[in-house]
């Protein structure tokens, strides 16, 4: 029997948005997962920006996710205290199931950046990358630089350009615009209904 195939997917998801949806659905069905973790981060040392609550991060994801095969979103980042390192989730993981093989699904720009991430060569030992190339307004998608990571460590996931971002949609819903064509509708529903991102 071949191994279980668990794929990790962290963002803030503040919020998850049309493009993290269709990443998660794209490495469903490419890296025929059998299961999809999704975690919302806790406080990322790598982002200065002060999260929405952790609560309305995790409803949104539930929201977003729920349609998506195979995925589970996994609360464990936002219970611990402190920064959030993606190593530790991997240690979790490895160690709750030591046979399962362990993809990090990650989008371009966070891919090229894994190298100043905590104790990325166990990162690297740990879990094989899986690569979206990351779409950005007015710039494409371009290829994700394959000399960042390690040859035999990555896979490509391929998913058509969205140059969506969570920035943005904040940026919009403070300018009391429209953002129900960039984010599944249960969370623009939750957004609204919770003040989100409103200007205070
Ligand atoms: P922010 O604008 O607040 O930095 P974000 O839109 O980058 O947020 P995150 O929650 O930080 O969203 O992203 C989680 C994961 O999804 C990361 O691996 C990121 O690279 C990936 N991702 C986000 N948006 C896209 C996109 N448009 N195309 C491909 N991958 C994406």
């Known amino acids: 029997m071949s191994a279980r195939r668990l794929g990790i997917f962290g963002g803030a998801f503040d919020p998850p948005h049309l493009a993290h949806v269709a990443l998660a659905n794209a490495a469903v069905a490419q890296l025929g997962l059998d299961e999809l973790r999704v975690l919302p981060t806790g406080q990322a040392w790598h982002k200065s920006r002060d999260l929405t609550a952790a609560a309305h991060r ?75 190339a990351r779409a950005r307004p007015g710039v494409g998608a371009p290829p994700f630089d394959a000399s960042r990571l390690p040859p035999g460590h990555w896979v490509a996931v391929e998913l058509p350009p969205m140059p969506v971002s969570a920035t943005q949609i904040r940026a919009l819903v403070a300018a009391g615009q429209d953002i129900g064509h960039l984010v599944p509708a249960g969370v623009a529903r939750y957004i609204a209904r919770h003040h989100l991102y409103a200007p205070t």
């Open 58 to 132: 995790l409803a949104m994801a539930r929201q977003a996710f729920a349609d998506v095969p195979h995925a589970v979103v996994d609360d464990r980042e936002l219970r611990r205290s402190g920064p959030t390192y993606t190593i530790d989730t991997l240690r979790e993981l490895h160690a709750a199931s030591p046979d399962a093989e362990l993809l990090l699904v990650v989008g371009a720009d966070q891919a090229e950046a894994l190298h100043s991430w905590r104790a990325c060569e166990e990162i690297l030992r740990l879990a094989t990358v899986a690569v979206a």
